[in-house]
């Protein structure tokens, strides 16, 4: 019991070997030690000095406040609220805690707050405010010989936050702290910050994972109520808001399904099971990202900067999709008739077969076979070529020359028949080259699929310049 380890020196044991040593607690002790506290303990217990404020009558009782942030907790947009723990010191004069004592007497919570006057500040923008109580109440009470009191309280805080969200993520916050007294008026109780270089300090080590703290400014002024005109503190955090998360989880992500878009446009328009899975594959991976990003917000009345980026992106993967429904009508359209050119075809070719036959009998003339690879040659080049303009190259082989039609009946050589049933996919090369008609529908949808080619992505690169330019970046302003 007695180890200097445990007890300190002997000048700190005095107190701790008089207790229980006597009929009372403090029998066999120096009583001088706790006299002045005891005495000014008595006077409190009988008065009703909690009740009144330091000065009844003449200039109102001043006030002054520091604010040290130990941590700055969590901002939610959805809620439009920020946490801060934060301790609370307030300063005054009552001439009625004067005492003898040399020193300064410390109280840590305890009934003895219930004894003295403490200014009733509150939280104009307070949602929840709570006391820490681990191990015991954070509250420190000093009172100087003078009658200086300093008071120093350890709060948790919920603070509304109102923001404007239109350039979210590109935006910046300004969230208040806002204090003032409910009881006295500015004729009774004026607040004041403590006359230091830094009257709201702030851990070093305070991080924000979506926010960067830009600066903190506090300012005094009066409000105005019916009641009367009220002093308050005010402090004002400005945040920037940190793009990465959205940039990663965003940005990027949708960008590369517009991106992934744009390959159905070079797939062969036949294969719609190929093209159709992908245009509505992206179209619903971005409602979902969409989707899971308003979820983060409350439910506002106007657009964010996020939303017009996402709308716009999932314009431009619906745009690819509509684009293969109108390539795909004209490829039906022209599937379509391929069925019934295909026996009006037959049906020609037999007569014109025995019309080339009777020809030849009468002119003695035959194609030789350069001719007639001379003229098939022709007529598939035509086809690339003269599909670029739209119209078909049909007219090339109607106008070719008999002589080569008749060296190919000659020698049994036929032109290559198409021998796939109606009801199976046709290749655009296949319809192209069965094609006869002056105005060819597919040609036309080889067109849209070269000019969406570029146009999309031309179209997105020129909505990203335009979006960024804004939505800039935000930066700090130090």
């Given at each position: 019991m007695n180890d200097p380890s445990l007890i300190g020196s002997t000048q700190q044991q005095q107190p701790l070997n008089c207790i229980g040593s006597g009929s009372s607690l403090f029998d066999g002790c120096n009583k001088e030690f706790f006299s002045a506290d005891l005495n000014l303990l008595h006077e409190l217990a009988g008065s009703y000095t909690s009740r009144i404020r330091p000065t009844v009558s003449g200039e109102p009782t001043k006030v002054t406040c520091n604010l040290n942030i130990n941590s700055f907790d969590s901002v939610s947009e959805s809620s439009m609220d920020y946490e801060l723990t934060i301790f609370l010191r307030q300063a005054w004069?009552?001439?009625?805690?004067?005492?003898?004592?040399?020193?300064?007497?410390?109280?840590?919570?305890?009934?003895?707050?219930?004894?003295?006057?403490?200014?009733?500040?509150?939280?104009?923008?307070?949602?929840?405010?709570?006391?820490?109580?681990?191990?015991?109440?954070?509250?420190?009470?000093?009172?100087?010989?003078?009658?200086?009191?300093?008071?120093?309280?350890?709060?948790?805080?919920?603070?509304?936050?109102?923001?404007?969200?239109?350039?979210?993520?590109?935006?910046?916050?300004?969230?208040?702290?806002?204090?003032?007294?409910y009881s006295y008026n500015v004729e009774e109780l004026t607040l004041e910050w403590w006359n230091t270089s830094e009257p709201v300090e702030i851990d070093e080590n305070v991080t924000l994972p979506q926010y960067t703290i830009d600066s903190i400014e506090h300012y005094s002024n009066v409000t105005a109520y019916i009641t009367g005109d009220f002093a308050f503190l005010s402090v004002s955090f400005n945040l920037v808001r940190s793009l990465g998360f959205y940039v990663l989880q965003a940005y990027i992500p949708s960008s590369l399904l517009v991106a992934l878009s744009w390959l159905s446009v070079w797939v062969e328009i036949s294969a719609a099971p190929a093209r159709v899975a992908l245009g509505v594959t992206t179209v619903l991976a971005l409602v979902t990202q969409a989707t899971w990003l308003r979820s983060q917000l409350p439910k506002i009345a106007y657009a964010t900067a996020i939303d017009v980026w996402m709308v716009t992106c999932q314009v431009m993967v619906f745009a690819a999709l509509l684009e293969y429904s109108v390539v795909y009508y004209l490829y039906s359209f022209e599937k379509g008739q391929y069925a019934e050119r295909r026996k009006k075809r037959d049906l020609r070719r037999t007569i014109k077969m025995r019309d080339s036959i009777k020809e030849e009998n009468e002119s003695g003339e035959v194609a030789t076979n350069e001719e007639t690879e001379e003229w098939i040659a022709k007529g598939t080049n035509a086809t690339s070529r003269n599909c670029e303009d739209g119209v078909s190259n049909n007219n090339f082989r109607r106008n070719s020359g008999m002589k080569a039609r008749r060296g190919m009946l000659r020698r049994g050589m036929t032109r290559p028949q198409l021998k796939r049933q109606e009801t199976q996919v046709l290749t655009t090369a296949e319809l192209l080259y069965s094609s006869n008609e002056q105005l060819d529908y597919l040609c036309i949808a080889l067109q849209i699929d070269r000019f969406s080619r570029v146009f999309l992505p031309l179209a997105f690169c020129i909505f990203s310049i335009v979006y960024w330019s804004i939505y800039p970046i935000p930066s700090m302003s130090k």
């Open positions: 004069n009552d001439p009625r805690l004067k005492h003898n004592s040399t020193g300064t007497i410390v109280f840590n919570g305890g009934s003895i707050m219930d004894l003295v006057w403490v200014p009733d500040l509150f939280f104009t923008n307070a949602k929840d405010v709570k006391l820490h109580m681990a191990p015991k109440e954070n509250l420190l009470f000093r009172i100087r010989p003078n009658g200086d009191v300093l008071y120093s309280s350890r709060l948790s805080l919920v603070l509304s936050c109102y923001m404007s969200l239109k350039k979210f993520p590109m935006d910046k916050q300004a969230c208040h702290l806002k204090v003032e007294s």
